[in-house]
């Protein structure tokens, strides 16, 4: 599979501040670009994703940019919460259902 | 959407043994993967399950160590034969319906020691 890296590895954030979580990818194949949001004992859970045709998609606080020419894309959590504090995955797809995941970044939001 | 669950949460198994975990979807889905997450790693799939035949394994992955069933549009089945403590790691399963890459949902996971 081809690989995806992430990062921080860790990200430690004032309540009320904003989270940026970096992405780059290889395969200019991938089409598909979501984030997973993983709380301590539960499964990913889709938090918002984008494709390449558009750079920028906002959902509530989270936002997705997309830079295809960097092969980059980037999670920011606006308005950082406690309740944000989980694992976050990046991941690509291409075509088919096969996602390629990140290395994952543990965000801690502190009061 | 799918809900997903998986039996058992976690276990705690011998070297040598191997163990079977159950995904159950509650509804119909295109497609059912099974992922591997190791400790401070990424998610890695192991295979596709693919209804009705044999699953098809990822690279470095094989049906040897991981059968796989998938009897129906709603159930598959992940065994670890032969285990060893490197097999120690969570075991996901996830479901996609019929809309593509947007849709694919994930279980709460098996977390797998192997002493």
């Known amino acids: 599979q081809q690989q995806v890296k992430q990062s921080p590895q860790s990200l430690i954030v004032q309540k009320g501040g904003i989270s940026i979580i970096n992405c780059a990818y290889e395969n200019t194949a991938f089409d598909y670009f979501p984030w997973y949001q993983q709380f301590p004992g539960k499964g990913p859970a889709l938090l918002i994703a984008?494709?390449?045709?558009?750079s920028e998609k906002k959902e509530g606080r989270f936002t997705i940019s997309f830079n295809k020419s960097a092969k980059q894309f980037s999670l920011h959590i606006m308005d950082s919460q406690p309740g944000d504090s989980a694992t976050y995955f990046c991941a690509a797809g291409a075509g088919s259902y096969q996602l390629t995941f990140g290395k994952g970044t543990k965000l801690s939001v502190i009061p | 959407s799918a809900v997903i669950s998986q039996k058992p949460s976690r276990d705690i198994c011998q070297r040598g043994t191997s163990l079977t975990i159950q995904c159950q979807v509650d509804?119909?889905?295109?497609?059912m993967f099974w992922y591997r997450q190791q400790p401070g790693q990424s998610l890695t799939l192991i295979a596709t399950?693919?209804?009705?035949?044999?699953?098809?394994?990822e690279s470095g992955f094989v049906i040897d160590k991981f059968p796989i069933s998938r009897p129906n549009l709603t159930f598959s089945t992940l065994t670890v034969s032969n285990m060893s403590p490197e097999d120690s790691s969570i075991y996901l399963c996830s479901a996609a319906t019929s809309g593509g890459l947007d849709t694919q949902y994930f279980g709460p996971g098996t977390r797998l020691t192997v002493l």
């Open positions: 984008i494709r390449p045709d558009v």
């Open positions: 399950a693919n209804q009705g035949s044999e699953a098809t394994y």
């Open positions: 509804s119909q889905v295109t497609m």
